[in-house]
């Protein structure tokens, strides 16, 4: 009897989705990372209001189910600092994205993972590729990112935030 019981449980366990085993990893809270982004100080938010040529810009860069409406960032000395969301495979990730006065990414850090799988996109050895990458054509980041195996999405998404982040940088910079 106990072995049709195993039998049984291991079946219906087999049959959960993948994402059913996932958890929510902090690995730093926004506040921290603002915070420790910008040496102890915390500036005062603002938020972008999103129109609909800029949804259209979003749009190519993360596809057209991502709707925007406001963004809020911190913005300091000419350097701005985005807390972004976007799906890996079936959950959110949050990273932030610290974009300097020469509009180039200073600081990647993936805050909050969701996935079951792909959680590596939270080392520093995969973060620091995108330090220096600035974007091109309003879509891609004009530096090559390496990515890993097994997490594919992950790394699309990293890459899509980061563009979105130095798009979003651009817009509040050329803001009269």
Known sequence: MRSHLFIICMILLSAAPLN???AEDVYQSP???ISQSYDGVTPTSQTLQV?????TKIAKIMGSKYKLTN???WPLNGKTLWILEAIGKYEPITAGFLVGKDATLERVKVLIYRESHGWEVKRKFFTRQFKGAGLKKEKKLDKTINGISGATLSVNALKEMS????LLHKEVRSAP
Not at 51 to 55: A, F, M
Not at 163 to 166: D, E, K, M, Q, V
């Open 20 to 22: 059913v085993w996932a």
């Open 163 to 166: 563009a979105l982040a130095l």
């Open 51 to 55: 129109t609909t040529e800029l949804q």
């Open 31 to 33: 506040s921290e990372f």
């Open 71 to 73: 963004v809020e960032y």
